[in-house]
């Protein structure tokens, strides 16, 4: 493989998404210094007493990604008090903990790219980035206990989905429905800390209980189809807009909503894709096959539909709050969701 550039990180393209405008200068200027903030605190929380294991830890922070997770905790900050300290170290907790996840997911994947950068496996192989991903996981339970006893509970919880969902994802369906199955697992992999990340932005930020919940069932439902949109974008990108390479849940196996709708067609081309994906798809001519087949399918539509029908439920989780710029900004969120999907 060759040299793989490394994007670094800067605070007004991870602010939300290159080009989205959330229609208010206030807020912008807000997230713009929050974020700034959160990046800081990340690489300042991932410091260690060995510079190898700073290294290490800090490998995937400047290769930046779209920090959906802090955005959200601070977005749900806007329905009380903005960006307080403990707001700041909740965005810090959750996206500690996620990239914690993005090491430990790489070296089950066997990756060696990600967000366009050579990932931590690739690099300094497997069981250094198993371990940094347990540090990582580490540091941020250092960092919520700062937060109080109620955000201990909150962050294990979570993370005790996020290990549940991943075993659901490692076992497979066991006889349950492939589909119901996959929409199970990535409830608990993406849509619990996107959920937490909400939560975490309204109580730190001081919001009444009720606005509480109502953005934590937001952010999981959200996180789903965030995640499905990425799932579309593997398959019908033609560059790594994903931050992967197209094709790379084939290429690793990981049989996702387009393909499980694919195979279900039950015509010619899902039978041939069928042959196909029965596992990693390493050929690089049958993995251009599988695209193409994918690429034309009704698979493809129906997976389009269910992103709409997870961020239409999204919006709809938003209508009881607040009118404040952060809800517009919300409902802006799930209409790109759905955009970015073509």
Request: negative net charge; charged residues 25%; aromatic residues 6%.
């Amino acid at each position: 493989m060759g040299d793989v550039a490394r994007t670094q990180a800067d605070p007004m393209a991870t602010m939300v998404v290159p080009g989205l405008d959330f229609g208010d200068d206030e807020l912008r200027g807000s997230l713009v210094a929050g974020l700034a903030e959160v990046e800081r605190e990340l690489m300042d929380a991932v410091a260690g007493a060995d510079p190898f294991v700073t290294e290490v830890a800090r490998h995937l922070i400047p290769a930046g990604g779209k920090r959906t997770r802090p955005l959200l905790v601070l977005l749900g900050s806007h329905f009380g008090k903005p960006v307080s300290p403990e707001v700041v170290r909740a965005a810090v907790v959750v996206e500690l903990t996620h990239l914690a996840t993005l090491y430990h997911d790489d070296v089950m994947d066997e990756a060696y790219v990600r967000r366009s950068t050579e990932s931590a496996n690739s690099r300094f192989g497997n069981s250094v980035a198993i371990l940094t991903g347990d540090y990582l996981f580490a540091r941020a339970s250092d960092v919520v206990a700062d937060l109080g006893p109620e955000a201990v509970r909150i962050q294990a919880r979570t993370f005790a989905r996020l290990v549940h969902g991943q075993i659901r994802e490692t076992s497979g369906p066991r006889g349950a429905d492939p589909i119901v199955h996959y929409l199970d697992v990535l409830a608990e992999k993406t849509g619990s800390l996107i959920a937490t990340s909400a939560r975490f932005g309204a109580m730190f930020g001081g919001a009444e209980p009720e606005t509480v919940e109502a953005l934590a069932e937001f952010g999981e439902t959200f996180g789903m189809a965030f995640q499905l949109a990425d799932d579309l974008l593997d398959i019908a990108s033609e560059s790594d807009q994903s931050g992967k390479t197209p094709g790379t849940d084939l290429r690793e196996g990981v049989l996702t909503l387009p393909v499980l709708y694919a195979l279900n067609a039950g015509d010619r081309a899902g039978r041939r894709l069928s042959e196909i994906v029965q596992g990693p798809v390493t050929d690089d001519d049958l993995h251009a096959e599988a695209l193409s087949l994918l690429r034309a399918s009704d698979g493809m539509q129906r997976a389009r539909a269910t992103v709409r029908e997870y961020a239409d439920r999204a919006r709809a989780q938003l209508a009881p709050l607040p009118d404040v710029p952060a809800r517009a900004a919300l409902e802006i969120l799930c209409d790109y969701v759905v955009d970015r999907t073509g």
